[in-house]
């Protein structure tokens, strides 16, 4: 079992449904997913790039990326709908939890002038959206072989009703956020 799954199982349950005063197991917030996606505007003219950026996204998370699609044509973007746009992964279960562990402890303290999360990257319903801006953090990434630095975006995905509660999950999980 992830380190940070039995944390949260052994602690952080027990202590958040304390906290919230709820009197069932199955109410308390927990993590339902993560997201990472990259975006890349470059493949419409490009589509190697595609191929770079699954190769680096797979190495990263164990899991290979599907491709996502313009759902509309949008003539100032020079886009048309079907067109390749960028990649996305969604992981769950011990993948999840791993990813997670490997952003708190490892990728975020390596980011250059990192204060913590800011409590604005949170969505009503209790969702975390971190965009990072270069690929080059995690220790998966071989500089080498890339071409290119690129940003992609985390989003953490709970059970929380709200940002509140959301917010005390992540932060016992380990998240680091602006004091």
């Known amino acids: 079992m992830n380190r940070l799954k039995e944390k949260y199982i052994k602690e952080v349950r027990d202590k958040l449904q304390q906290e919230l005063a709820l009197k069932n197991k199955l109410a308390v917030p927990k993590l339902s997913k993560i997201v990472i996606s990259v975006g890349l505007g470059e493949a419409k003219d ?11 996204i797979k190495a990263l998370v164990g899991q290979t990326p599907i491709t996502t699609y313009a759902k509309k044509s949008i003539a100032t973007f020079k886009v048309t709908k079907g067109q390749s746009i960028g990649v996305m992964v969604t992981l769950r279960g011990d993948r999840m939890y791993a990813f997670l562990d490997k952003l708190t402890n490892i990728v ?34 071989d500089y080498k072989t890339i071409d290119k630095t690129r940003g992609m975006a985390v989003t953490i995905t709970t059970t929380a009703r709200n940002k509140d509660t959301g917010k005390k999950l992540l932060e016992y999980l380990g998240m680091p956020f602006k004091a």
Request: no cysteine.
């Open 108 to 141: 975020l303290p390596k980011v250059r002038d990192f204060r913590g999360i800011s409590e604005k990257s949170f969505d009503n319903n209790g969702n975390l959206n971190i965009g990072l801006k270069e690929q080059t953090i995690f220790p998966e990434v």
């Open 46 to 56: 490009n589509h190697s790039v595609l191929d770079k950026v699954k190769v680096y």
